[in-house]
Each structure stands twice: as C-alpha cells, then as structure tokens.
C-alpha cells in the first residue's frame, strides 16, 4: 500500500480540556454552531476527511487531525489518533483535515490554519486543496504534466483545471502539436513557398531573387535614363523600351527627335552611295557646289555618281539644269534627277560627302 513520507509524530496526545477522546468526540460532533472566523479554516461544514486518506497518510498506525471543535473560542485542535479511529469517527465528522507538524511535510499547519496540501499521489476531497502543480483527477492529487502532453519541445505548466503548454515558436495548439504554417499568407511574390519550423523558404519565379522573391535578377533601364525620346532602344535585360515616335517636320536620331532637313531624291536610286574608292580608282571632285562630278575610273570606263548644280554659263544666261544621277559603265544605264530647290541640291551633295572624303586618288 502507497504511504505518504513519514510525518513528525507528537510527544503527546492533545487532550482538550481535560476531557477523553471519547467525550472530545462527543463535544466535537455537538450541535453547536461555531462563530464566523471558522469560515477562515479549509474545513467547513460540508467537507469531511475520506477513509483513503486516513489510510494513505498512515504513519505507523497513527495519524494527526486537525479536528474542528464546534467552538467559538477554539474550533481547532491537533490530534493523534489512531487509523482505525480516522476511519470510523473523523471520517465522518464534518471540517477534519489531515495536517503535520513537520515543517518538511506538504501538510504542515502546525495551527489549524489551513495552510497544508495535499502531494502527488494522494487521495483528494473537498478538505485540502493539491499541492502547486498538481490537480485533482480521478479522486487523486495528480501532476498533469507528468505524461508530457506539451508536443515539440513545448513546456508544461500545471493550473486549476490541468495544464498549459508553452509553445517554441513555430508551433500551436493545446499541446504544441500543430506547426504552424508560415507560407500561409503567399509571402514569396514571384515563386512557390514551402513551409518549415518557424520559417518557410521561397523558389523564385526565373528573373526574380532575393527571400521573398521580390527583387529583379535584372533592373532593366528606362528611355529616360538613357535620355531617349523615341526609337526602339535594348532595356538592358533582354528585352526592348519603346520610347515613342517624331512628330511632322522631326526624324529620330540616336533617340532624340531632330528636325527634318531636305532629302536629296538620288538616294534611292540603285547604286547611289555604293561605290567604293580604293586604290586603282580615281574620283574627281571640285568641292564646290556649282560644278560636283564623281565618278570612278575602271579601266577606262566611267561609272559613278555626280551631282550638278544650275549655273550660268555667262552673266545674264542660265546654265544647265541642276541635275543628280548615276552614270553606268560606259555611260550605259544612266540615270538622272533633275533637282528643283537648292535645298535639295546641297542634300545631294552632304549624301556624297561619305564617298569625297574617302580618300580616292585624282582623276587624271
């Protein structure tokens, strides 16, 4: 049978007023009514000792009581009886609670003040409460957290009614036994979340890095920054900005919009601005707008491009028409425009000016 540890035992037996267990019996279970400051006690008037625990604290065939008296004056008083006793007369005697005058003891309340409780493994009724810690489950003080109920690293701490785990963090519940899941609210922003303890890592999306996903791999660049106001221009990321287009009268250079000058009508004729001056080639050019003849030199035929302006061939007589073309191989195939503004006359010109300063040798 399960014993409590050892209590104290008292040198001598309590007599009240000089009177015998029988008759302090008898004056205990009297109709007396004792005064209000017995409200003050853990015994009360519907709580009584059981037999389990008169046996469960069972110290050599003895135990003590604090047994309530019934009087005014003095509604407590220690006794030493013994078990059988317990179990027959106090058992049943309204406000009796087991005590010790061990101040080692759990039940230690040397004065009838109920100041004891009971420890883990003791029967429990309405007379002493359990010890801090423990509950009263199944007519038995009881320590909740003795199975280890807190899951995952959880702490347990006793209450009124059972127990409370204190859960690590990354986990809830009644007994920490639910993780909780931080991928929960989409923190990754371009790409997957996979949950773990207290944290979740992210799969970014291709293009996307950083913890959340939320930062380019690439910051591509902007028309403005590139100071481009029209035109296809690279955003630096493989893809492409368009920076929008020129109004009438404007052409887009190197993305900023220029205004438009005059077209020399020859450029789009085959073979303008095509040849190439090299070394055994000649190209003759008087570097005056009035008189522009360019022509390449192949063994001995001429082929070429020319631009000729109108001047007067005397004071007061008009020249010939201001003109542009292309001469063929021996004058075959050629090709002329006659150019009705000076405007497009020295167009004609600054488009040759590319094939003039080439560096082509004179023509004899």
């Known amino acids: 049978m399960t014993r409590f540890a050892s209590l104290r035992s008292l040198g001598t037996v309590v007599a009240v007023l000089g009177l015998s267990s029988l008759g302090l019996l008898g004056g205990a279970c009297s109709s007396s009514t004792p005064d209000e400051s017995d409200a003050e006690h853990l015994g009360s008037a519907d709580s009584a000792l059981t037999d389990a625990q008169c046996d469960y604290f069972d110290v050599n065939g003895k135990i003590q009581i604090c047994h309530h008296t019934g009087s005014a004056k003095h509604p407590y008083t220690i006794i030493r009886t013994s078990v059988q006793a317990c179990a027959d007369a106090f058992a049943a005697h309204a406000g009796d609670y ?32 359990c010890c801090d810690g423990l509950v009263s489950q199944n007519g038995t003080c009881t320590d909740p957290c003795d199975a280890d109920p807190c899951q995952n690293g959880g702490s347990c701490a006793a209450n009124s009614t059972g127990y409370t785990c204190a859960c690590p963090a990354g986990f809830t519940g009644t007994n920490c036994q639910i993780n909780i899941d931080e991928c929960e609210n989409n923190p990754c922003l371009h790409g997957s979340c996979t949950d773990g303890v207290n944290s979740y890592t992210c799969a970014c999306d291709p293009g ?13 660049t902007t028309c403005a920054a590139q100071g481009a106001t029209c035109g296809t221009l690279s955003d630096g990321c493989g893809g492409t900005l368009d920076c929008g287009s020129c109004g009438a009268g404007s052409t887009c250079e190197d993305g900023t919009c220029q205004p438009s000058g005059p077209v020399c009508p020859c450029d789009a004729l085959p073979g303008w601005l095509d ?12 570097g005056q707008i ?20 109108a001047i007067e061939e005397s004071p007061g007589t008009p ?41 082509g040798v004179p023509c004899p």
């Open 275 to 286: 040849f190439n001056v090299s070394g055994t080639q000649c190209i003759n050019y008087s």
């Open 319 to 359: 020249g010939g028409p201001a003109m542009c073309g292309v001469v063929g191989p021996n004058n075959v195939g050629n090709a002329f425009i006659n150019l009705d503004t000076q405007d497009q006359l020295e167009a004609c010109v600054q488009s040759l000016s590319v094939v003039s300063t080439a560096g």
């Open 98 to 129: 087991v005590t010790s005058t061990d101040p080692t003891s759990p039940l230690y309340d040397p004065t009838c003040q109920g100041g004891g409780c009971l420890p883990a493994g003791a029967p429990s009724d309405a007379t002493l409460p």
């Open 290 to 309: 009035s008189s522009v003849y360019l022509y390449l030199k192949d063994t001995g035929s001429s082929r070429g491009i020319f631009v000729q302006s």
């Open 208 to 220: 996307w890095t950083g913890k959340d996903c939320d930062t380019p791999t690439c910051v591509p």
